[in-house]
């Protein structure tokens, strides 16, 4: 099965992606932890992708393709995929597109998890993350036993720089310019699956599972 993971910053993407790679036996790709990593790593790719981040800006489409169609050569893709975070923009979703064309392959379908603006601002800005094993917390619904201490490694929960409030609201209005119009792009392909990420995370997930299970039939 090969997946788009689509939705606002804060609709869950990162939670539902795990479980549907858990579920369906295919890696989970997100290009943002991509860059974390390298971040983290002081790669050469960390460097360049760090000031875009840090302003909630996008990484310029060159960089991205490249690095995913990199990814997706991989001998571990070749049974399917999950991408959270890519596409972004309509050139890095017509990217893909050829890409798996000229490599024999095409999307099975495109998840897009839709929650209303407000709740993304109070998610996001609540988000802590593990900075040793990336688990997610949130102060409100779901705090860590001990604040400040991750429950699964004991490692210190940070708040992403760029989860501040300034940012978020960059992330959100460069998301509508932006990865918005993918939305249209995939309804046209038939290939959307419009999912109401307003509910449990449980919930959600089942819904996603089950609409997967019937297309892939
Ligand atoms: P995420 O963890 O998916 O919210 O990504 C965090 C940040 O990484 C984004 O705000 C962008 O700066 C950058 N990023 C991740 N994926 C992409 C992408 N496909 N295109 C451009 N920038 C990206």
Do not use: W
Not at 60 to 84: H, K, M, N, S, Y
Not at 145 to 172: M, V, Y
């Amino acid at each position: 099965m090969n997946l788009v993971l689509l939705g606002p910053p804060g609709a869950g993407k990162g939670t539902q992606a795990e479980r549907i790679s858990k579920e369906f036996q295919i890696p989970h790709i997100s290009t943002g932890d991509m860059f974390r990593e390298a971040i983290k790593n002081r790669t050469a790719l960390g460097a360049q992708a760090e000031k875009y981040m840090a302003a909630g800006e996008l990484v310029p489409d060159e960089i991205v393709i490249g690095i995913v169609a990199e990814r997706l050569t991989q001998p571990d893709t070749a049974g399917g995929f999950l991408l959270d975070g890519f596409p972004r923009t309509v050139p890095q979703a017509q990217a893909l597109d050829k890409f798996l064309e000229e490599n024999g392959r095409s999307l099975t379908a495109v998840v897009n998890i839709e929650v209303d603006p407000e709740i993304l601002v109070a998610r996001l800005s609540g988000r802590r993350v593990c900075a040793t094993c990336g688990a997610v917390y949130h102060v409100a619904t779901k705090p860590s036993k001990e604040p400040g201490i991750c429950d699964l490694c004991r490692g210190e929960l940070i708040h992403r720089t760029d989860d501040q409030e300034a940012t978020i609201k960059n992330r959100l209005a460069v998301y509508h310019a932006q990865t918005a119009p993918l939305v249209q792009y995939y309804r046209e392909s038939g290939l959307l699956l419009p999912v109401n990420g307003e509910r449990a995370i449980d919930e959600v997930y089942q819904e996603i599972v089950r609409e997967l299970r019937n297309r892939d039939r």
